[in-house]
């Protein structure tokens, strides 16, 4: 199964921008509501602008984000860019626990190595989701870690 998928090029996978990018907006607005019903609307003008300034800052962090963070699935295994955005690859015989983490409504696997308490959060919110795991399963074995974890539940 290895053996064919290592003469085939690297596959990439973007994230999704406009759903996460309107997610990340209400919750920021929301926070924003927080801060203008604690201050007692005092400042009332300068929240009006920090508002519209959200608009502006969270489509820039999501594209920002789209940009820099791409997910490859090679034939070892996967790569995506850890903070601050070095890139890291995850063997896929060092995979030994998945998990499916739901942080404020944007989904990832929290995949952990062997011998490694720092596991890398791999965003579920690509554009093409299916793809990725029909790529993923031609990679592993059936009782691979990572393949289990697409039917579970996030937590």
């Known amino acids: 199964m290895l053996e064919s ?4 090029p690297v596959c990439r996978f973007r994230l999704r921008f406009l759903g996460p990018a309107i997610r990340f907006s ?10 203008i019903w604690l201050d007692g609307g005092r400042h009332l003008g300068a ?6 300034l959200i608009l502006v ?3 820039l962090w999501m594209g920002l984000l789209v940009l820099l963070c791409r997910v490859r699935v090679t034939a070892t295994g996967i ?6 955005l070095v ?10 626990t998945v998990r499916r983490v739901n942080l404020l409504g944007f989904r990832f696997l ?5 011998g490694n308490p720092f596991g890398m959060w791999l965003p579920l919110f690509l554009r093409d989701v299916d793809q990725f795991w029909r790529v993923v399963e031609g990679c ?6 990572l393949r289990a974890s697409r039917t579970r539940r996030c937590t």
Do not use: C, N
Not at 47 to 52: E, F, K, M
């Open 87 to 96: 890139v890291r690859e995850l063997p896929w015989d060092q995979m030994v």
């Open 47 to 52: 929240w009006l602008v920090a508002r519209l």
């Open 57 to 59: 800052w969270s489509a």
């Open 79 to 84: 790569k995506f860019p850890d903070w601050p």
């Open 5 to 8: 998928m290592e003469s085939q």
């Open 26 to 35: 209400i919750l920021a607005a929301i926070l924003l509501e927080v801060l």
């Open 110 to 114: 929290a995949i952990y190595g062997a």
């Open 140 to 145: 592993v074995t059936s009782d691979h870690p």
